[in-house]
T-cell receptor
Framework: ETGVTQSPTHLIKTRGQQVTLRCSSQ?????VSWYQQALGQGPQFIFQ???????GRGNFPPRFSGLQFPNYSSELNVNALELDDSALYLC???????????FGSGTRLTVV | AQSVTQLGSHVSVSEGALVLLRCNYS??????LFWYVQYPNQGLQLLLK??????LVKGINGFEAEFKKSETSFHLTKPSAHMRDAAEYFC????????????FGTGTRLLVSP
């Protein structure tokens, strides 16, 4: 079975720009969650997508948005980038009701 | 809301010594608990998880953790540290508030010296 794949692996953006990060979920998983991990911190939950809709959100502003596609892959979009958005963004896929999460290797976003 | 506390941001051991990484949780319902490992510039790899079956959970790479409800703890241990165990370790609890998400601790960096 394939694991979770994220792209790109690294990205540098300028403050105020917009960015899109991508995630392909593990085969057999139908739910995708996104986490932000700032340097030296534990991952923080951003939101979760199931059946192509957002079904849960953490304490992040609306400029963080996402999509889930019919093949369960997902995108994370961040508008009006701020310096504090610099972090490792992790995608995790799971199957609804199953407490098993598979994480991708992450996208390292640097905002300058 | 559920939460996780990891005591000690850094733990240093010698190669061959016992590894003990501490995790305490706060949960109003029987929790699902996890330990993940993160190597530099990589994502999270699941070491083991507790899902209300056996209280002693065995994971990969020789790690194990014991769920102690009376102490609200889920400490991670390994009898003999290896240099390759040097990494960041995260304890997490699965919270279900209409949807499932993981709530992570702040992490413990394990340093292994020769």
């Amino acid at each position: 079975e394939t694991g979770v794949t994220q792209s790109p692996t690294h990205l540098i953006k300028t403050r105020g720009q917009q960015v899109t990060l991508r995630c392909s979920s593990q085969s057999g998983h139908n739910t995708v969650s996104w986490y932000q991990q700032a340097l030296g911190q534990g991952p923080q939950f951003i939101f979760q997508y199931y059946r192509e809709e957002e079904n849960g959100r953490g304490n992040f502003p609306p400029r963080f948005s996402g999509l889930q596609f019919p093949n369960y892959s997902s995108e994370l979009n961040v508008n009006a980038l701020e310096l504090d958005d610099s972090a490792l963004y992790l995608c995790a896929s799971s199957f609804t009701g199953d407490h098993g999460y598979t994480f991708g290797s992450g996208t390292r976003l640097t905002v300058v | 809301a559920q939460s996780v506390t990891q005591l000690g941001s850094h733990v240093s051991v010698s190669e061959g010594a016992l590894v003990l990484l501490r995790c305490n949780y706060s949960s109003s319902v029987p929790p699902y608990l996890f330990w993940y490992v993160q190597y530099p510039n990589q994502g999270l790899q699941l070491l083991l998880k507790y899902t209300s079956a056996a209280t002693l959970v065995k994971g990969i790479n020789g790690f194990e953790a014991e769920f102690k409800k009376s102490e609200t703890s889920f400490h991670l241990t390994k009898p003999s540290a290896h240099m390759r165990d040097a990494a960041e370790y995260f304890c997490a609890v699965s919270e279900n508030t209409g949807f499932q998400k993981l709530v992570f601790g702040t992490g413990t960096r394990l340093l292994v010296s020769p």
